[in-house]
């Protein structure tokens, strides 16, 4: 019996070891461009048989607008960090210590990762598996390729993910001809693109659109891993 209770944790532990250790072996496998990855969300929409809107259009076909804009709206120092903004996180981690609201501090790998490989919702647990898995990320990825998966696997409505559905879906047009306007709107709605819809913005949504509009105008020093 204790033979068997012992085997049975082995087997456990192994199954354990491989699903920690299966993102990681991904990442390396999600290495090539012709490799077009799905994310959790995109999993659970066919398991759910719900069906999704995904057109894969490599970095080079996406309008630097886009880039720009995302880059200004979700993580500014994109090009100098290796994965995660220590910086921003040191202070999330104070303000928690302080019984005070935190703020994001989640970087474009940060969520690449958790797109990819980990679950929605604010949980402890999951950013603590999230940052290993987007210092890898940085790490084994070029940033060309982290971006580039990034705006494909981007969720941008129910059922909408990836820049050139996204395009599509909210403004007629492609990822490639997104106006700096069109792209500061996508860019807005990324922290909750269920309620805030891009294509049919409220008062609130086309303020922040402009704000990261002017940002992305004087976005030059900040893209430079992007556009050499």
Sequence with gaps: MFAQIRRRWRQLLVIAVVLVLLPYALIILY??????????????????LRGYDRQWVPFEKISPNLVQSVMMSEDGQFCMHAGVDWVQ???VVDDALEGEQTRGASTI????????????GRSF?????????ALAADFVW???????????????GPGI???EAAAQHHFGVSASKLTRR???LLAVSLPNPIDRNAGKPGRG?????SMIERRAGASGEYIKCLYP
């Design 161 to 163: 993910y990836g820049a």
């Design 89 to 91: 996180m040191r202070g």
């Design 125 to 133: 647990v999951r950013k603590a598996m999230e940052l290993p898995l």
């Design 142 to 156: 070029t940033k060309r390729r982290l971006m580039e998966i990034y705006l494909n696997i981007a969720e941008w």
């Design 31 to 48: 290495s090539p461009s012709f490799v077009h990855p799905v994310s959790s969300l995109m999993l659970r929409d066919l398991a759910l």
């Design 205 to 209: 949504l086309k303020r922040l659109a």
């Design 109 to 120: 790998p940060m969520q690449t990762a958790k797109n990819l490989f980990l679950w929605n």
């Design 182 to 184: 069109q792209a500061a």
